[in-house]
């Protein structure tokens, strides 16, 4: 039995087929360097979320007579603002060089800067722990993006990575419940 098709339904079937392959990868750095791309977005997030939690942090020492705890907030405050400086550079690095993905020299320096940013954030939050305050989960979804794209540093920035404690996520009761996805 010969199976025959009207014109217009072998136009469709060709068009459905072309916009699968038009929606698909025909290699493996497509997807790659889409989740690149999508965790230098959760860490810039994760930046700015350690910032808010450094801040607040920072503010509950405010009005009070201890002068050991307003010594230590202005210390947290001034840790937690070279780190985020540092941080948003090396996320910048890592944002520009994603569009030159293919390039290993560019996959390189994207691991690099997300090692950097996980010391960065692992800095900003064990101060503020330290300190009392608590930290959004989205910090620790970014130390765990951070961990991820760094492992491709590997060989390329020995220096960095050696520099590196070894960081886990956190498992205290610090971590505060995630609230809503707006930033």
Request: hydrophobic content about 55%; some cysteine; glycine content about 8%.
């Amino acid at each position: 039995m010969l199976l025959v098709m009207k014109p217009c339904n072998l136009f469709a079937v060709a068009v459905r087929i072309g916009i699968l392959f038009s929606l698909t990868s025909c290699g493996p750095s497509k997807p790659a360097r889409d989740a690149a791309r999508g965790g230098v977005l959760v860490m810039v997030s994760a930046i700015d979320a350690a910032d808010a939690a450094c801040a607040a942090t920072v503010l509950s020492a405010k009005g009070s007579k201890d002068e050991a705890k307003l010594t230590a907030a202005i210390k947290l405050g001034e840790t937690c603002a070279k780190t985020k400086v540092d941080a948003l550079a090396w996320a910048r690095v890592a944002s520009v060089t994603i569009d030159a993905w293919g390039n290993a020299d560019a996959e390189k320096s994207i691991g690099c800067a997300a090692v950097r940013i996980l010391g960065d954030l692992s800095l900003v939050r064990d101060a503020v722990i330290a300190a009392g305050g608590k930290i959004p989960a989205l910090v620790e979804d970014g130390i765990a993006q951070a961990a991820v794209i760094g492992r491709v540093a590997g060989a390329a920035c020995p220096a960095v990575a050696a520099a590196m404690p070894s960081v886990v996520p956190s498992t205290s009761a610090s971590v505060a419940p995630a609230t809503s996805a707006s930033p």
